[in-house]
């Protein structure tokens, strides 16, 4: 399981659709939630888009994130081009 925090609402069925094509579920944040910390201490890594993410968001996933040795990728577009980066960077090369 991926987080990605923050990204561009309107093109979060494409964000999903790419995480298909790389066989990765994936929840997608654009805002604080409700036990947020429980939501994903259990991922396998956050990519936080943080051009489009609220301060406070941005820091509570940094510290849960290095809490629970969470792999974090920050990324100051929230573009598919550049979430397409941060997977590959995640499965270690692509396809």
Same mark, same amino acid.
């Given at each position: 399981?991926?987080?990605?925090?923050?990204?561009?609402?309107?093109?979060?069925?494409?964000?999903?659709?790419?995480?298909?094509?790389?066989?990765?579920?994936?929840?997608?944040?654009?805002?604080?939630?409700?036990?947020?910390?429980?939501?994903? !201490? =259990?991922?396998?890594?956050? &990519?936080?888009?943080?051009?489009?993410?609220?301060? %406070? #968001?941005?820091? $509570?996933?940094?510290? /849960?994130?290095? !809490? =629970?040795?969470?792999?974090? &990728?920050?990324?100051?577009?929230?573009?598919?081009? %550049? #979430?397409?980066? $941060?997977?590959?960077? /995640?499965?270690?090369?692509?396809?």
């Amino acid at each position: 399981m991926i987080a990605i925090i923050g990204g561009i609402k309107g093109i979060e069925r494409e964000y999903k659709n790419l995480m298909d094509e790389y066989n990765l579920r994936c929840r997608i944040y654009n805002k604080t939630c409700p036990s947020f910390q429980k939501k994903i !201490k =259990n991922c396998e890594a956050c &990519i936080l888009f943080t051009n489009t993410v609220s301060h %406070k #968001l941005s820091l $509570s996933c940094t510290k /849960i994130c290095k !809490k =629970n040795n969470i792999k974090l &990728i920050r990324v100051h577009s929230s573009s598919l081009n %550049k #979430l397409k980066e $941060s997977l590959c960077e /995640i499965c270690k090369g692509c396809s």
